[in-house]
């Protein structure tokens, strides 16, 4: 059986205007939140958050406060738990920063830290 190709292309295009104008609704609704920025960016902001406040408050806290700081900034606890695997290292009930989590924060810093924040 063929495919009539006009008829795929009226597929498509309806497929891409339902397309513009859901990101279009996306965009609207961030900007109404407050927030002109993408998910990716959000997740971003919120992972410099936490590793900012762990870095300054001695690069080790313990197991509930890593917790609690990541709810303060929009985690889950649950959403914690990838936190972990790389970039802080559980040691006798404290969370401690690793060297690729401090690698991350400055990563992160250039885009999120007051002066970068500041700059734009």
Not at 64 to 79: F, K, M, Q, T
Not at 87 to 100: D, M, N, S, V
Not at 107 to 112: E, M, V, Y
């Amino acid at each position: 059986m063929a495919v009539r190709r006009d008829k795929v292309e009226q597929r498509l295009s309806r497929i891409e205007r339902l397309a513009k104008a859901t990101l279009a609704e996306v965009a609207q609704l961030r900007e109404e939140l407050g927030r002109g920025e993408s998910a990716e960016e959000t997740w971003a902001r919120m992972l410099y958050d936490v590793l900012s406040e762990v870095e300054k408050r001695g690069g080790s806290v313990g197991r509930e406060e890593l917790l609690e700081i990541g709810e303060s900034v929009g985690y889950g606890r649950r959403g914690m738990a990838g936190l972990y695997q790389r970039l802080f290292r559980l040691q006798g009930g404290r969370a401690r920063l690793t060297e690729e989590g401090h690698t991350r924060l400055k990563t992160l810093g250039g885009r999120f830290a007051p002066r970068a924040r500041a700059g734009k």
